[in-house]
């Protein structure tokens, strides 16, 4: 079984949008063991939804096309592939009731224009979306006496990623006799990709054209992702988990999670095991760190709140930052991370105090301070302790590479207080 | 003139890499007035690489491709098509000596390998690459008696973004009696996509096959996107300037910005054009409104900071909330709302306070208060005010959509309170 990838939107090929949809869809088919044969991404025009259709369906036996699906007289994906199959649309009164009970239960009118989006092609089945109004269709045919499928997804990623893991991945799996794939993914932090090769080592005994290993890193973090195949599903899965449990040795303490988990989440899981809180002074990273901590449902269990001291009276005020120290030493130092992380803790009561202070950019660095120079300070009940770090020229990245070190810092501590408890 | 965009690369079928390659090379076409027609992405098969060859050069006048030109056995690109021409490749003593030059000034050897990176396909020209090893390639072939190009470049972003700026836009730019292409886009927030198109109304004379006009909503905010072609620049750009205009009174106080303006940095022109400040307490969204607010480059001038106060007792002692209006009403309600918004405010001496409170899911509904319900409040020199929204299911997607209402409402109000003093 192969796959083509159909995205269709203007806004996609004047780069107004990147098709990140096409990514995703690409690892979970992969995942599932249905490759991609090619993506296509075409505008909303009729004659090059057609070609790139004949293309797709010429030799693939899943075809997901995604966009074109709103109300709007640019949505075209429901009329041309209706008529391409020479089927009409059919008014489902479901999905205009659904349509209907969204718009009401936000208290809104539905606008005329949205009854388009109840049309189904004669035959499609409906995949009811409870993320969007644009229900996904799918359309099953046969190839070499097996059913292949066409689906239609609105482009909107939540809803997309919705529609394929409730309707389409349950659908492939269903499909007998295929063989298995099982995927492991190591999470790291804290080590580069090519220390992280080195500290693992030589790999020659485990790896086979049946057994395949990527290193995947990304802000800070770097993923081990193990690819196995067999034809008996238990032999695969024992043989990436001997793999995997090797490699988590070898990784020792930059190992934090499996598979999707984040940083945070397992920050989280460190804290709440420990039954420990934690509250954050952000400066640089000017709420990124909180964000992603109350990223994870949850968080309020352990994620007492914070302050975002961008200013130094909020700084002085809030944290109580000498103000004497912050003349001194200026907001980006060590002793002035080091009163907020005490401070934060101290006035929020919590187990741990995390503060940040840094330059993010692009203005403010200077010859002793420039851009990306940054404090991170860790308050614990046993004292406090700040490292200084240089990051990059660029703002986000700065935040992003600030939050997550933080973060990381803060799982290994609390890591080794559990452990030094036992 | 139309292109095709064809990236190889089996890292962008399973999803490992996002090919923003596409997005950028769609964008700087677009600006060049060459429309890309269509995106392909296939992986290292001859087959596949041919087939999308085909297609590309069946219509287009411009087909970059991207990916495929390493020195490893999956680079196929060069090969591939140099056999699809029927042309040998030709080792280039020139290109050989830039490669060996390049690693010589690292230090390093040339690996064996690398010198298939000197192969040229007989006929092509070389496009040397100051960023990398593997050099630009390009074909020129004619179509209705004018000279089209097919461009081979690495898929590396710095070194297909250098190449294309060097050598294929400025031979695009010298081909005479080209139609211009203009784009506008237009910023709105706090309207549905389908409400702000009843609100923009008939387009019958605006709308032609020259003048197109699409829709692009994303969490809280539509763009609207004109695209305008003609003969003339001058008169294709006053046309777009005449429409733009019609839609941006139409849309009214929702239109908030024109092309890659954030929000958040259009809340931060407004603040610094009015001289104001603003501190935000933030409950649901935990931090995701300070980070964005953050985010702009200068925002400390007018971001005093603020509380993320995720437990009571934060909103009690940071906030000054009272204690009996969090038993009596909860932390999710109109008081409450309004007690942080004027409590971070009057603590930390900004010109407007933002406040967030809200039940942000996946736990945590009741049947009076279900998941998605939020209060914002806002907290201004006249008083403060508070609304409810009831948003979605998904944790993330309350915290943006909240984010993104709290922004749009301050915008709002910094814009009114910026008319009445006129």
């Not at 997901?64 to 059919?90: C, E, I, K, N, Q």
């Not at 920050?267 to 994870?296: F, H, I, K, P, Q």
């Not at 070190?405 to 501590?413: F, G, M, N, Q, V």
């Amino acid at each position: 079984m192969t796959a083509t990838l159909l995205a269709i939107g203007d806004e996609l090929l004047i780069g107004q949008v990147v098709n990140t949809n096409a990514a995703w869809l690409g690892q979970r088919l992969s995942d599932l063991g249905v490759p991609v044969r090619r993506e296509l991404c075409v505008g909303d025009r009729d004659a090059d939804i057609r070609a790139a259709l004949d293309l797709a369906l010429s030799d693939s036996d899943v075809v997901l096309v995604s966009g074109g699906l709103g109300p709007t007289h640019d949505d075209l994906t429901r009329d041309t592939v209706a008529a391409y199959f020479g089927v009409p649309l059919l008014h489902d009164l479901s999905v205009m009731a659904a349509i209907e009970e969204r718009f009401a239960r936000r208290g809104r009118t539905l606008p005329e224009r949205n009854r388009v989006q109840a049309q189904v092609p004669e035959g499609f089945a409906v995949l009811p979306n409870t993320h969007g109004t644009a229900p996904g269709l799918m359309h099953t045919f046969e190839r070499d006496g097996q059913p292949r499928w066409l689906v239609l997804m609105p482009g909107v990623p939540a809803e997309l990623k919705h529609l394929f893991n409730t309707f389409v991945a349950p659908t492939i799996e269903a499909v007998p006799g295929r063989e298995a794939i099982v995927h492991r993914t190591l999470l790291t932090a804290g080590v580069g990709e090519s220390h992280l090769a080195e500290q693992v080592g030589d790999l020659t005994d485990w790896l086979d054209d049946r057994t395949t290993l990527a290193f995947l890193p990304s802000a800070g973090t770097v993923r081990m992702r193990i690819s196995a195949r067999g034809s008996d599903r238990a032999e695969t899965e024992a043989r990436a988990e001997r793999f995997a449990a090797f490699l988590r040795e070898r990784a020792g303490n930059a190992f934090y999670g499996e598979g999707d988990q984040t940083l945070e989440a397992a920050v989280g899981e460190r804290l709440n095991a420990a039954g420990a809180t934690v509250a954050v002074a952000e400066s640089c990273t000017g709420g990124l760190l909180l964000d992603r901590l109350t990223d994870v449902p949850g968080s309020s269990a352990y994620v007492v709140g914070g302050v975002v001291a961008y200013c130094n009276r909020v700084k002085i005020g809030l944290l109580g930052v000498p103000e004497e120290v912050l003349e001194t030493h200026g907001a980006v130092s060590e002793p002035v991370a080091r009163a907020m992380a005490a401070g934060v803790r101290e006035r929020l009561g919590s187990t741990f105090g995390v503060a940040t202070t840094g330059v993010a950019g692009p203005g403010g660095g200077t010859d002793e301070k420039p851009v990306g120079t940054v404090w991170i300070a860790l308050a614990t009940p046993n004292g406090t302790v700040a490292q200084c770090f240089r990051f990059v020229d660029d703002r986000r990245r700065n935040k992003t590479l600030t939050a997550t070190t933080a973060l990381d810092w803060l799982r290994r501590t609390v890591e080794k207080n559990a452990a030094s408890a036992l």
